[in-house]
């Protein structure tokens, strides 16, 4: 009797010791912070997002644009007859924070260098609640056009700030400064905009993407505000984004400074990315 009662204090005293360490375990991954996935590619459309890489993952994109799809619709099948612009582009995640990035455009042979940094992530306990980056881009113009290099150079700093306000809806703001080395007579040099973007999610594969490009101040003759409106389609290795856009260009300092179309008036072409990350 007296081995019974031994037997079963032991097994007491080991459930006892076991319950408080397995309650301690639990309550040590409860506190697990986590950044938030805010959009689903670094790009919305042609705004960067603050989507970032993670650290040693390569980026490759490819961005392409048409012609007018209301101009000579039947005769042009819609615009799919007139490539406007083709982006290629990669970019590499130096840490999760950081990433920088080289493309290439067919429009006036645009090469283009980027860097990209979060300050700082929303997180899934909500001690950050939103997450704000910083972006820069040098744009060269490789044609050849009989002028000097230093007037061939574009450059652009932006300052993105989104949130993801629940399941279905994220928004982001992007105040943007673009300089262009040398323009047209009666184009500005220095050219402001506040970028406007969301994204919502009708599913875990589709999800709705529009961006708006407001200019504040001076801004080049015959060119108006930016709009496109889009859909992505998560396909496991990728995200293929197809969308309407008013502009032909994929960097946000052309996109503001030689948009001549109005996308409400009709004047909207088709285009699409894609996205597709390696791990190295």
């Given at each position: 009797m007296t081995s019974k009662k031994s037997t079963v204090l032991l097994l007491f005293f080991l459930l006892v010791s076991i319950v408080p360490s397995k309650a301690q375990m639990e309550r040590e991954r409860a506190r697990v912070v986590e950044p938030v996935e805010t959009f689903w590619t670094p790009t919305l459309v042609s705004q960067a997002t603050t989507e970032?890489?993670?650290?040693g993952n390569l980026n490759v994109t490819i961005m392409h644009s048409f012609g007018i799809a209301t101009t000579r619709p039947i005769q042009n099948f819609f615009g799919l007859d007139?490539?406007?612009?083709?982006?290629?582009g990669i970019d590499i995640g130096l840490s999760d924070k950081w990433s920088v990035g080289i493309g290439?455009?067919?429009?006036?042979?645009?090469?283009?260098?980027?860097?990209?940094?979060?300050?700082?992530?929303?997180?899934t306990n909500g001690e950050v609640p939103l997450s704000i980056s910083l972006k820069g881009d040098l744009g060269i113009i490789t044609q050849e056009n009989r002028q000097p290099f230093e007037d061939d150079i574009s450059t652009l700093v932006s300052a993105i700030v989104s949130k993801k306000l629940n399941e279905q809806?994220?928004?982001q703001l992007s105040p943007m400064y673009g300089h262009f080395s040398t323009v047209a007579a009666?184009?500005?040099?220095?050219?402001?905009?506040?970028?406007?973007?969301?994204?919502?999610?009708?599913?875990?594969?589709?999800?709705l993407i529009t961006e708006y490009y407001p200019v504040l101040g001076d801004k080049n003759p015959d060119t108006n505000n930016a709009f496109s409106l889009g859909l992505n389609i998560q396909t496991g290795g990728h995200v293929f984004q197809m969308f309407f856009t008013s502009t032909r260009?994929?960097?946000?300092?052309y996109v503001m400074a030689q948009n001549r179309e109005q996308f409400w008036a009709g004047d909207?072409?088709?285009g699409f990315n894609v996205n597709r990350i390696f791990g190295l």
């Amino acid at each position: 009797m007296t081995s019974k009662k031994s037997t079963v204090l032991l097994l007491f005293f080991l459930l006892v010791s076991i319950v408080p360490s397995k309650a301690q375990m639990e309550r040590e991954r409860a506190r697990v912070v986590e950044p938030v996935e805010t959009f689903w590619t670094p790009t919305l459309v042609s705004q960067a997002t603050t989507e970032q890489l993670e650290g040693g993952n390569l980026n490759v994109t490819i961005m392409h644009s048409f012609g007018i799809a209301t101009t000579r619709p039947i005769q042009n099948f819609f615009g799919l007859d007139n490539i406007q612009n083709v982006r290629l582009g990669i970019d590499i995640g130096l840490s999760d924070k950081w990433s920088v990035g080289i493309g290439r455009s067919s429009l006036f042979n645009v090469v283009d260098l980027r860097t990209k940094y979060a300050l700082l992530r929303q997180n899934t306990n909500g001690e950050v609640p939103l997450s704000i980056s910083l972006k820069g881009d040098l744009g060269i113009i490789t044609q050849e056009n009989r002028q000097p290099f230093e007037d061939d150079i574009s450059t652009l700093v932006s300052a993105i700030v989104s949130k993801k306000l629940n399941e279905q809806l994220r928004l982001q703001l992007s105040p943007m400064y673009g300089h262009f080395s040398t323009v047209a007579a009666g184009n500005v040099n220095n050219l402001f905009a506040v970028g406007m973007g969301a994204q919502i999610n009708l599913s875990e594969r589709y999800s709705l993407i529009t961006e708006y490009y407001p200019v504040l101040g001076d801004k080049n003759p015959d060119t108006n505000n930016a709009f496109s409106l889009g859909l992505n389609i998560q396909t496991g290795g990728h995200v293929f984004q197809m969308f309407f856009t008013s502009t032909r260009w994929h960097l946000e300092q052309y996109v503001m400074a030689q948009n001549r179309e109005q996308f409400w008036a009709g004047d909207f072409r088709f285009g699409f990315n894609v996205n597709r990350i390696f791990g190295l």
